[in-house]
T-cell receptor
Framework: AQSVTQLDSQVPVFEEAPVELRCNYS??????LFWYVQYPNQGLQLLLK??????LVESINGFEAEFNKSQTSFHLRKPSVHISDTAEYFC????????????FGAGTRLAVHP | DAGVIQSPRHEVTEMGQEVTLRCKPI?????LFWYRQTMMRGLELLIY????????DSGMPEDRFSAKMPNASFSTLKIQPSEPRDSAVYFC???????????FGPGTRLTVT
């Protein structure tokens, strides 16, 4: 079985400051890793994903995440946040093979203040 | 493509009433997922289908909840009878076989009074 732990339920940060949202997972098999973002009153959208290859993956809006197998982590970072980044962020895993079932973490609410 | 379509977007009903939530997945997608999101419990997977067949319904809270997928372009989630603790946002998502991304609908906000 798999599980995902997002260590911070809320992260307040000032605009243009760096931010890191932490995600750790547990799995007995290899997994794919994902970050989804949910803006207020919307559904979830894929932000970035790690399937294989380079352990550092990037999104189009400046976020990046690094897969660390030894620490079973997939932390999300951005060097300078904007007000528009205010949202809830979900880390998720999916075991290789089998059905397309995602296991989500509890979410981290990022609040960017001016 | 129009994306995943859910209806209604908002539903307010009284305790004891039947509630039916509807979802139209993206055309060509083989998987359909129903999730529930609340402040207390976060995002929960209720049930998912592959090629219209229910694969795992272990997340369905109790017998008051049922889901069907009569064809590849339509699914329903029914609650009968509804209770105030069922108040939540219900999301539908779909994905292609072998693909990695799930596409979420805008959700249905259910309020049971």
């Amino acid at each position: 079985a798999q599980s995902v732990t997002q260590l911070d339920s809320q992260v307040p940060v000032f605009e243009e400051a760096p931010v890191e949202l932490r995600c750790n997972y547990s799995s007995s098999v290899s997994v794919y890793l994902f970050w989804y973002v949910q803006y207020p009153n919307q559904g979830l959208q894929l932000l970035l994903k790690y399937l294989s290859g380079s352990t550092l993956v990037e999104s189009i809006n400046g976020f990046e995440a690094e897969f660390n197998k030894s620490q079973t982590s997939f932390h999300l970072r951005k060097p300078s946040v904007h007000i528009s980044d205010t949202a809830e962020y979900f880390c998720a895993v999916r075991p290789l093979g089998g059905y397309n079932k995602l296991i989500f973490g509890a979410g981290t609410r990022l609040a960017v203040h001016p | 493509d129009a994306g995943v379509i859910q209806s209604p977007r908002h539903e307010v009903t009284e305790m004891g009433q039947e509630v039916t939530l509807r979802c139209k997945p993206i055309s060509g997608h083989d998987y359909l997922f129903w999730y529930r999101q609340t402040m207390m419990r976060g995002l929960e997977l209720l049930i998912y289908f592959n090629n219209n067949v229910p694969i795992d319904d272990s997340g369905m809270p109790e017998d008051r909840f049922s889901a069907k997928m009569p064809n590849a372009s339509f699914s329903t989630l029914k609650i009968q009878p509804s209770e105030p603790r069922d108040s939540a946002v219900y999301f539908c998502a779909s994905s292609r076989q072998g693909a990695d991304e799930q596409y979420f609908g805008p959700g249905t906000r259910l309020t049971v009074t």
